[in-house]
RNA sequence: GCCCCCAUCGUCUAGUGGCCCAGGAUGCCAGGUUCUCAGCCUGGAGACAGGGGUUCAAAUCCCCUUGGGGGUACCA
């Protein structure tokens, strides 16, 4: 394959945000381009002026950032090309491969002569694919609002362009011979076409709103890492051939060909995203990763100014292992951060509502208060040193504590928690719990 | 309706005629580690849509059926 002849484009038309499918074929195009030391173009296709948004271009440029899918040219704008399709169709109707015409509503337009006839094409996933021309009824090429349509545009934009491979969703077969029969008419050389299969949604079917989250900038706002959702991606539709699912951006750009492209409609799956972007949290140096929770953690309205050094980092630390995005690790850790915590109301009855609770978080209480340096190994020789005294399992203490200090019955290890939440906070609390929550029925939410 | 594409564990996939009574990942289940949960480790259940061919041999090739998806716009 001639590699540096490459070239490639995403065409994202700006009625809406970038989502994931989208998303994945402009991640399959850069990863093609890269792979070929090629080069990747973006053309924002707003020939719809009903529904073209600016706030839609400007989502998708972001979108393409934040992935790290940078192009090499463009953006192109097709509503500022429009002296040129208006060229070319005229070029069409004096030679009478198109002909002007005007519909029933008496709009006037452009329209394409299909020729009858078969068309074939080799598309690099598929293989060959036919059509019969003459199923094909003659197309508007020129809208009436002076506007190129879709097909249109993308033939003469991409030839003009010098795009050699046309890497898109599988639901553009459809188009692919009115696309080829315009590169006829015109005499342009015929580009390659690749058609990659789309992503359905968790239900296997069409992606849409009603599936949550589908759009690049929601996932960003929800805390997962670009990498992780462009790794995950590029294995929606693709494979490296092997057993490796976690991989950088270069290896992906070393192992990326089409002919590992797979035909098949993959759903998303937004467990196994989860899982991947644990997987990236877990790998990130604790210093860069401190750096992301620290801006996650401001955009979500937290005093981080207030936080002593150093203290995020001993945060991030004790929950690398344990959260899978960013928006959870803000749930986890949401008792840090308040004077008024919640607490689970079942956690509260299954370890604090019980006989002798009461007398055994006083007794902790004392020892926590006795600690000198409240570190986390001071308060585990504390606490370890009351259960030997006083003879019950660790276990029994650490499930109220927990629940007295963190509202939950679940968390990290609870020296290190109490650690980081600090001395003053901890006794408060389990003093709160003491006279308010022990033993008694209501107060399920209170000031500690 | 007509045209086109697709079909391996729930999901993402490996598999391009024998190496496959089908491998990996995720999820699920069980056990281990343990202050809870997560994590980590070990083990387990789990698929070639159905039917015909071709072949010594088919998940792999062909046909039909079924199922899913897409198109059939002066949307892209």
Same mark, same amino acid.
């Given at each position: 394959?001639?590699?540096?002849?490459?070239?490639?484009?995403?065409?994202?038309?700006?009625?809406?945000?970038?989502?994931?499918?989208?998303?994945?074929?402009?991640?399959?195009?850069?990863?093609?381009?890269?792979?070929?030391?090629?080069?990747?173009?973006?053309?924002?296709?707003?020939?719809?002026?009903?529904?073209?948004?600016?706030?839609?271009?400007?989502?998708?440029?972001?979108?393409?950032?934040?992935?790290?899918?940078?192009?090499?040219?463009?953006?192109?704008?097709?509503?500022?090309?429009?002296?040129?399709?208006?060229?070319?169709?005229?070029?069409?109707?004096?030679?009478?491969?198109?002909?002007?015409?005007?519909?029933?509503?008496?709009?006037?337009?452009?329209?394409?002569?299909?020729?009858?006839?078969?068309?074939?094409?080799?598309?690099?996933?598929?293989?060959?694919?036919?059509?019969?021309?003459?199923?094909?009824?003659?197309?508007?090429?020129?809208?009436?609002?002076?506007?190129?349509?879709?097909?249109?545009?993308?033939?003469?934009?991409?030839?003009?362009?010098?795009?050699?491979?046309?890497?898109?969703?599988?639901?553009?077969?459809?188009?692919?011979?009115?696309?080829?029969?315009?590169?006829?008419?015109?005499?342009?050389?015929?580009?390659?076409?690749?058609?990659?299969?789309?992503?359905?949604?968790?239900?296997?079917?069409?992606?849409?709103?009603?599936?949550?989250?589908?759009?690049?900038?929601?996932?960003?706002?929800?805390?997962?890492?670009?990498?992780?959702?462009?790794?995950?991606?590029?294995?929606?539709?693709?494979?490296?051939?092997?057993?490796?699912?976690?991989?950088?951006?270069?290896?992906?750009?070393?192992?990326?060909?089409?002919?590992?492209?797979?035909?098949?409609?993959?759903?998303?799956?937004?467990?196994?995203?989860?899982?991947?972007?644990?997987?990236?949290?877990?790998?990130?140096?604790?210093?860069?990763?401190?750096?992301?929770?620290?801006?996650?953690?401001?955009? /979500? &309205? =937290?005093?981080?100014?207030?936080?002593?050094? #150093?203290?995020?980092?001993? *945060?991030? +630390? !004790?929950?690398?292992?344990?959260?899978?995005?960013?928006?959870?690790?803000?749930?986890?850790?949401?008792?840090?951060?308040?004077?008024?915590?919640?607490?689970?109301?079942?956690?509260?009855?299954?370890?604090?509502?019980?006989?002798?609770?009461?007398?055994?978080?006083?007794?902790?209480?004392?020892?926590?208060?006795?600690?000198?340096?409240?570190?986390?190994?001071?308060?585990?020789?504390?606490?370890?040193?009351?259960?030997?005294?006083?003879?019950?399992?660790?276990?029994?203490?650490?499930?109220?504590?927990?629940?007295?200090?963190?509202?939950?019955?679940?968390? /990290? &290890? =609870?020296?290190?928690?109490?650690?980081?939440? #600090?001395?003053?906070?901890? *006794?408060? +609390? !389990?003093?709160?719990?003491?006279?308010?929550?022990?033993?008694?029925?209501?107060?399920?939410?209170?000031?500690?």
């Amino acid at each position: 394959m001639l590699s540096s002849h490459v070239k490639v484009r995403f065409a994202p038309s700006p009625t809406g945000y970038l989502h994931i499918g989208g998303a994945r074929t402009a991640l399959f195009n850069w990863l093609f381009a890269r792979h070929h030391k090629g080069v990747f173009l973006l053309r924002i296709e707003d020939t719809d002026q009903q529904r073209s948004t600016d706030d839609a271009t400007q989502a998708i440029l972001d979108s393409m950032k934040w992935l790290g899918l940078d192009w090499d040219e463009g953006p192109y704008f097709q509503s500022k090309r429009l002296p040129i399709y208006k060229e070319y169709a005229e070029r069409l109707v004096s030679q009478g491969k198109a002909f002007h015409d005007t519909d029933a509503e008496g709009r006037k337009a452009i329209r394409f002569k299909m020729q009858d006839g078969v068309t074939e094409f080799n598309d690099l996933i598929h293989g060959a694919i036919t059509f019969d021309a003459s199923l094909i009824e003659d197309f508007v090429l020129l809208k009436a609002d002076g506007f190129p349509t879709y097909n249109f545009a993308c033939v003469v934009d991409d030839a003009d362009m010098g795009i050699t491979h046309i890497i898109r969703g599988d639901d553009h077969i459809s188009n692919t011979p009115k696309q080829i029969a315009l590169y006829q008419a015109f005499g342009f050389k015929l580009p390659e076409f690749g058609h990659i299969p789309m992503i359905l949604g968790e239900d296997g079917s069409r992606l849409s709103k009603r599936h949550g989250a589908t759009s690049v900038t929601e996932y960003r706002d929800r805390g997962y890492m670009p990498h992780a959702l462009v790794n995950f991606l590029a294995l929606l539709g693709w494979s490296p051939g092997n057993d490796l699912e976690i991989m950088s951006v270069p290896e992906m750009i070393e192992k990326f060909t089409l002919k590992r492209a797979n035909k098949t409609s993959a759903q998303f799956n937004n467990t196994k995203l989860d899982w991947m972007n644990g997987q990236y949290i877990k790998n990130t140096p604790i210093e860069q990763l401190t750096a992301e929770a620290w801006k996650y953690f401001e955009k /979500a &309205g =937290i005093d981080t100014k207030r936080l002593p050094e #150093g203290w995020l980092l001993s *945060l991030a +630390r !004790l929950y690398q292992e344990r959260f899978k995005t960013f928006h959870d690790l803000l749930n986890q850790t949401g008792f840090f951060f308040t004077d008024t915590i919640e607490y689970d109301a079942a956690a509260v009855d299954k370890f604090l509502k019980k006989e002798r609770i009461t007398d055994l978080l006083k007794e902790v209480h004392a020892a926590l208060s006795a600690t000198v340096i409240f570190d986390k190994n001071n308060l585990e020789n504390s606490l370890r040193d009351l259960t030997e005294k006083i003879g019950v399992g660790f276990s029994k203490l650490a499930q109220p504590l927990r629940v007295a200090v963190t509202g939950k019955s679940v968390s /990290a &290890g =609870i020296f290190e928690t109490m650690e980081l939440l #600090g001395r003053e906070k901890t *006794l408060k +609390r !389990l003093a709160y719990a003491i006279h308010n929550l022990c033993e008694k029925t209501e107060t399920v939410k209170s000031v500690a």
